[in-house]
């Protein structure tokens, strides 16, 4: 049975083309993955799904009763909420029932007997639904997700607006859980995920029985729960059996079919448009020149599609750096109160270390305490000699509405606007995204203009904040090379395995000094 159905959808922004005349269908039960390249409208096609953004053309049809969860890597939380209060919004609908009842109890004086009996059924059908959703015990359920995502190590009564945002992650994670909804709606549900609540969420979704859509450039992640493959690109979104594997392998190979097909034609274009203007202007040839000609104007001409810029990372290096990078003396980290136990580290010169460990243990504090963007509560941190850092945010500040090239320029004043045009395109990104404001590209994109300001500084030190979120495989795949050849040292923040093993030289855990476990 088909839950949604997308006919003919086709939906732009200003002269930039998301997609062109795309049909979907979603059946009762598939677990599907929506992968392509940053940029190519993933998120997009979410919001258009989800009523948030009206497409230009075409129709979203949602079957009867369906009740959708969205995990949206932008949402917002409001300031002034507690943890508590957000899980317990997932039963907002239960709560309007519940008014609903009280409401014809009310009314059940003044009622006729027929209305009664009608006002009875209802009151029934009401009754099984609170009972279905866990109306009574809906205090058990917060605290049962909220154990099983490591809330209530954070504490409950927190205000959501002090979260990290893996903390965030996982609030929107358990509300969504709490909605029992007959469709979930994923969007990189593993950015800022710890590895142990990567496993928790992989867990759940192998076994969970109504259909989802998956965005994900986590391929290990992705290849574990899903049993099908939409693909976007160039407008277009095409469907494939099997994991994320299985798609590679048929994808190629219809690439290369339809690369012979275009060579075929464009021989025998070439050939008749030859004929055509050789044999036109003879009188005994005419004949058989237009018939030549109607062919050619008949034929159906294949096109390629137009090749995506790959991104090219080189980091700038510096002079060496002195031996040591940093060392702390009994460095307690935190804002309010301490995170940290006092902190003795130190890191030489070469070195490429990785922090792991929970959400909000205090991994991006400890990258801006070393650097001094954050002071100490307690103890120093003391920078090394000849020292070039160059730092990667988690996300840029909200509220930018400067465009592509103007954030460059701003790095690289003496830039001409073709090296600034250049170093752009270099980070895999269009003409039409580097003239567009930042905050209206996707997450991937945005990181690659963060990046595009990194590798263009001489450095011999860098410090990443979780780089590898919302990046494609692509630019996953090229970042990783690129942070290998790096002859500088390296302090990452990272939780995919899969992409630091080949870079570490050593892993830190940082759960062995946090206070917030």
């Not at 031996?323 to 010169?349: A, C, H, Q």
Request: charged share 30%; glycine share 6%; with cysteine.
């Amino acid at each position: 049975m088909s839950i949604l159905n997308v006919e003919h959808l086709s939906h732009g922004f200003g002269d930039r083309a998301i997609f062109q005349d795309v049909s979907f269908r979603l059946l009762k039960g598939e677990h599907i993955g929506l992968v392509g390249a940053n940029g190519e409208g993933k998120s997009t096609f979410m919001s258009i799904i989800t009523d948030k953004l009206m497409p230009d053309e075409g129709k979203v049809e949602w079957s009867k009763n369906v009740r959708v969860g969205y995990l949206d890597q932008h949402a917002a939380l409001e300031k002034g909420m507690t943890i508590r209060d957000v899980l317990k919004n997932a039963f907002e609908f239960l709560f309007e029932m519940e008014a609903q009842m009280n409401e014809i109890c009310d009314k059940m004086g003044e009622a006729s007997e027929e209305e009664m009996t009608s006002m009875m059924e209802e009151l029934g059908t009401i009754q099984d639904l609170l009972m279905a959703h866990d109306f009574y015990i809906i205090d058990s359920k917060v605290e049962e997700v909220a154990r099983a995502l490591g809330l209530n190590d954070i504490g409950l009564d927190k205000d959501v607006s002090q979260l990290s945002g893996g903390q965030r992650t996982k609030v929107l994670m358990g509300k969504l859980l709490l909605e029992k909804p007959d469709i979930l709606l994923l969007d990189e549900p593993t950015n800022y995920l710890d590895a142990e609540h990567i496993e928790w969420l992989k867990r759940y979704l192998q076994e969970y029985e109504n259909a989802f859509i998956l965005i994900s450039h986590d391929i290990p992640f992705l290849n574990s729960v899903v049993n099908l493959i939409y693909h976007m690109e160039n407008q277009k979104l095409d469907r494939y059996v099997g994991d994320y594997y299985k798609f590679q392998e048929v994808y190629e190979v219809k690439k290369t079919q339809l690369e012979a097909a275009y060579r075929r034609q464009q021989q025998e274009i070439a050939q008749l448009e030859d004929f055509v203007a050789r044999n036109k202007a003879r009188v005994s040839t005419r004949n058989m020149a237009m018939s030549r000609q109607k062919k050619l104007d008949k034929m159906e001409v294949i096109e390629l599609a137009r090749e995506k810029p790959k991104p090219e990372f080189h980091f700038m290096e510096a002079r060496a750096a002195g031996k040591y990078i940093f060392e702390t003396k009994d460095l307690v980290i935190g804002y309010d109160e301490p995170l940290s136990k006092p902190l003795n580290l130190s890191m030489e010169r070469g070195s490429k270390i990785v922090l792991r460990g929970a959400n909000g243990i205090g991994k991006t504090t400890l990258l801006k305490s070393i650097l001094g963007l954050i002071p100490p509560l307690d103890g120093k941190a003391e920078l090394g000699d000849y020292l070039y850092p160059g730092y990667f945010e988690q996300e840029m500040a909200p509220g930018n509405t400067t465009t592509c090239i103007e954030e460059i320029w701003k790095e690289f004043p003496s830039y001409t606007q073709y090296q600034v045009r250049s170093a752009l395109a270099k980070c895999g990104l269009t003409t039409k995204h580097i003239e567009s404001q930042v905050r209206v590209l996707s997450g991937g994109e945005q990181a690659k203009v963060r990046l595009c300001k990194l590798i263009n500084r001489e450095t011999n030190v860098l410090l990443l904040d979780e780089p590898t979120n919302h990046l494609d495989v692509d630019a996953k795949e090229e970042l990783k090379r690129a942070l290998k050849a790096y002859k500088g040292s390296i302090l990452l923040i990272c939780h995919e395995p899969e992409f630091y093993e080949d870079i570490a030289t050593e892993v830190w855990d940082c759960s062995q000094w946090s206070l917030k476990l």
